[in-house]
Every structure is written in structure tokens, then in C-alpha cells.
């Protein structure tokens, strides 16, 4: 038999699990270990909540979950419950699904500033994530988001609904009470690169041209000359065709703008005890593509900024990290003997949430050619006993079944679930 235990329930961590219950069928017991009471990771808390299509992909992962040699074990803090040490005692493998949760840092002047948020914050707090659902961000004055990512247009999109548009979603109650009281008739998309820099992929950026109060506004001055499109990769082209499209402006105006401002890098934010202005810098890029101030500033009002610019997976102690790039030192997945990165802990937050399946299964490759039939480890017997001396409350999938009856049961007309936001009501819901 051999024991495997991955860590975080995310898409990485259950495309792991299937992967190795695809390599080892009846011959493997996987034990996903979570620091939250309930599944799924990036799934409840980071897909935005009017993309339901794509958090439908859970009931793939429940389908796994419920099988007999797979196992969620949540409501488990590694390095406060249990340590990697002692789970390389227990386990044939440990792998380290756990994510890119922290974000990169905003190397600004300013950025500690109240009503600076981390995108980690923002989209954790109309998610519904225990973590932050206490973070009351100012809605009352022009919005900057900084990034030309996917979750920057995920921010974007949020802020600029109706509630209207939010029927079908699952954005938690306090988030769309807050953002229906909201004032925010500009919201500003801060590029430090161009059009054809952007990292938004087209289907995302599509939307933005369908909002009910807010249009999305384009200089045509900073679209690069029409036939150069064409050295752009496909799915590029389409994305650059929207803003074209959003240049020319056609139809009638809306109370609420969505100003892509390029070649615009925020160099400080500015404010009496909170943010009243950012203060950017124009650009210019160089042979290689990359950003350079050409020293022209200006500055934008906003009461709220969201640094959306990425994101970094937390240390862990005693695994290797490698700073520069925020990820586990790692030769293709292999972090130590016995300890496995898959996911964005491996490769840095890049991708589809489809991309962690051939991570999972190439994880899986590498654990099936080093461990061979496994070693005579404790495996779950094992944790149990170590976690149940340690008076560790261990949440259970049935536990997770029990709490989403009661988060359904909650949830206003129109909406799959009203989500429980704390530890506390989580943990409660379990016994109904
Ligand atoms: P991302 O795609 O890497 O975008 C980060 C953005 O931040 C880039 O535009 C980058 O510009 C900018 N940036 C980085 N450092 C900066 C700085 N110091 N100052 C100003 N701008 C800075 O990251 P993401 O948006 O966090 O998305 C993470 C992953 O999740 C991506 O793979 C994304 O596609 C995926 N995702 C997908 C969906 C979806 O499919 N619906 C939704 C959300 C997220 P440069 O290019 O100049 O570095």
C-alpha cells in the first residue's frame, strides 16, 4: 500500500489525488489535508462568483473525494497541527498543493495605506473566505486596480455590476449589500505595458462589454498600428480586437467607466491616513519589451486601490523556497525525498485552472517511479492518532456534505449558496 498526502484541496491538490488514484487504483490511500473546513481552494474562493461554469468543475473533485481511498481531511494547519516532518514520517509521498494564496508585494511608496487591498483580500472577501471577510473596503470614490491580468478584470467586473447582474452567483451577502451602496462611477485599469501586453485572456475580457451601468473606455491613441496584431498569438489578437472594439466607442455611454489607462505604472499612493490619489508615471517600452518611466507624472483620485499584480505561495518552514520567484525550490515537481510541489506552488500562478490536471498527473508519474510499492509507512492511521493527541478538530467530507446542505438552505432567491464566513459558522454548520 502506499500513503500519499497532499496538502491543500484545490484544483492541484484533487487532480493530484485522481492522478494517483488513476496510477495505483485500489492500491493507494490519498489524504487531502486543508487548512480550512471546507474544499476546493481557488474554486470557492478565488473563481470569480458570477463564473459558476467554471466552478461546476468541483463536482469532478467531489466525485474523487468520495471515493473509498481519498480522503479530506480539513479544519489541519501544517506547522501548527502537524509538520511536514512528521507527515514525511507518516506518508510515502507529501505533496505540497497549497497554492499561490499571498500576493505579490506592492513596492510603492503609500502601499500600507488604508484602502490599499491586495487582490488576495479583495477577491477573498466577496468570496466569502474566512480570512478576510472582515476587510470593509471604502466604495465611495473612483476605484484604481492595478495589473492587466484576468484578475483585475475579475475585480474590474465586480465593482462595476448591478445586483441585477449578480443573480446566479454565489458572491457572499455582505459583499453585494456593500457594492450595491457603492459610488464608484470610475474605475481605472492601471497597465505599466500596452494592448499587446496585456495578460487577460479574451472570453474574460469580452464581458467587460456587456456590463449593464458601465462601458469600457480605450484611447485609440494606445492601440499599436492594426497590422501589427498579426504577430500576436490568437487568443493575444482577440483580446487586442475587444479593446479595439471598446476604442470606437460605439453605442450609448453608461454611468460607469472602466478606463484602461497604458503605459501608466503607479510609482506612490497618496492620502491624509488613506488613500486619495495614486500618483502614476507614464511609460515607455524598451527593445525587450519591458516598462520604463519617461518621468511625465500625473495623478489619479481613488478612495480604494487594488493591487492586482500577482501572487507568491507562503513558505513553509523547512521546505525549500526560492524567493526571487515566490514558489518551492523544486526540479520539475521533486522539492525533497519523499515531498512533491504540484500546482502553483510548483510553477508559479500561471494558467487555467485545466492546466493543473497534466500537473497532477505528471506528479503522480514521478511519485509511482520513486516510491514503488511504498515503504510500510502509518499513513492515516497514523495522522489520525497524532492529530486526535493533539485535540485537533478534523472536518471530514461528510462534514463539508453537511455544511453545503446548510449553506444552500441559506442562500437568496436565485443563488446556488450563501457561504458561512467564518471558522466559527463553518464549524457549526456541521451540526445542524
Ligand atoms: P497575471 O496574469 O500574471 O497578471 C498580472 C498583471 O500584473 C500583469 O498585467 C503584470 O504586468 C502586472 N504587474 C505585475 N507586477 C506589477 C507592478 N509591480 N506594477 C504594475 N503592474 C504589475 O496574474 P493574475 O491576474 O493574478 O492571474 C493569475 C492567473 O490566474 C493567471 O494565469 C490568470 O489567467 C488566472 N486567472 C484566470 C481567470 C479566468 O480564466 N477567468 C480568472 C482569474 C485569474 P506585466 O505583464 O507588465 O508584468
Request: charged fraction near 25%.
Amino acid at each position: 500500500m502506499r500513503h500519499i498526502a497532499v496538502i491543500g484541496s484545490g484544483p492541484a491538490g484533487y487532480y493530484t489525488a485522481e492522478a494517483c488514484q488513476k496510477a495505483f487504483g485500489e492500491n493507494v490511500r490519498v489524504d487531502i489535508i486543508d487548512r480550512l473546513p471546507v474544499p476546493f481552494g481557488l474554486i470557492r474562493t478565488g473563481v470569480a462568483p458570477d463564473h459558476q461554469s467554471i466552478k461546476g468543475v468541483s463536482r469532478r473533485y467531489e466525485a474523487v473525494a468520495l471515493t473509498d481511498n481519498v480522503r479530506f481531511v480539513g479544519n489541519v494547519t501544517i506547522g501548527q497541527d502537524v509538520s511536514i516532518d512528521e507527515l514525511r514520517g507518516l506518508y510515502d509521498a507529501v505533496v505540497l498543493a497549497t497554492g499561490a494564496p499571498h500576493d505579490r508585494k506592492l513596492d510603492i511608496p503609500g502601499a500600507a495605506l488604508p484602502g490599499v487591498v491586495g487582490s488576495a483580500a479583495f477577491v477573498g472577501w466577496y468570496n466569502g473566505h474566512p480570512d478576510y471577510a472582515d476587510l470593509a473596503p471604502p466604495l465611495h470614490a473612483p476605484a484604481v486596480v492595478i495589473g492587466n491580468g484576468n484578475v483585475a478584470l475579475d475585480v474590474a467586473r465586480i465593482l462595476a455590476k448591478t445586483r441585477e447582474e449578480f443573480a446566479g452567483s454565489d458572491i457572499v451577502g455582505h459583499a453585494l449589500t456593500a457594492l450595491q451602496g457603492a459610488h464608484i462611477d470610475t474605475i481605472t485599469l492601471l497597465g505599466r505595458r500596452g494592448p499587446h501586453q496585456i495578460a487577460m485572456t479574451p472570453k474574460e475580457l469580452g464581458e467587460l462589454g456587456e456590463l449593464e451601468r458601465a462601458r469600457p473606455i480605450v484611447d485609440p491613441a494606445d492601440l499599436p498600428p492594426l497590422d501589427t496584431d498579426s504577430l500576436l498569438d490568437p487568443g493575444q489578437r482577440k483580446s487586442v480586437t475587444h479593446l479595439r472594439n471598446f476604442a470606437l466607442a460605439n453605442g450609448a455611454d453608461k454611468p460607469v467607466h472602466i478606463v484602461f489607462d497604458f503605459f501608466a505604472m503607479p510609482v506612490a499612493v497618496e492620502g491624509e491616513g488613506k488613500v486619495e490619489r495614486v500618483v502614476v508615471e507614464r511609460t515607455a517600452l524598451d527593445g525587450e519589451g519591458h516598462a520604463n518611466g519617461t518621468g511625465e507624472r500625473y495623478e489619479i483620485p481613488a478612495s480604494l486601490v487594488v493591487s492586482c499584480i500577482g501572487y507568491r505561495t507562503p513558505p513553509i518552514e523547512g521546505v525549500p523556497y526560492d524567493d526571487r520567484s515566490g514558489r518551492f525550490a523544486n526540479e520539475e515537481g521533486r522539492v525533497l525525498p519523499g515531498l512533491y510541489a504540484v500546482g502553483w506552488a510548483r510553477r508559479g500562478p500561471t494558467g487555467t485552472i485545466g492546466t493543473n490536471r497534466p500537473d497532477g498527473f505528471a506528479i503522480a508519474d514521478k511519485i509511482a517511479a520513486d516510491i514503488g510499492e511504498g515503504s510500510g509507512k502509518q499513513g492515516r492511521a497514523g495522522l489520525d492518532a497524532l492529530l486526535a493527541g493533539r485535540g485537533v478538530e478534523v472536518v471530514t467530507f461528510r462534514d463539508w456534505q453537511k455544511i453545503e446542505a446548510a449553506e444552500k438552505a441559506a442562500a437568496r432567491e436565485g443563488s446556488p449558496r450563501e457561504k458561512f464566513t467564518s471558522i466559527d459558522a463553518l464549524l457549526a454548520a456541521r451540526n445542524p
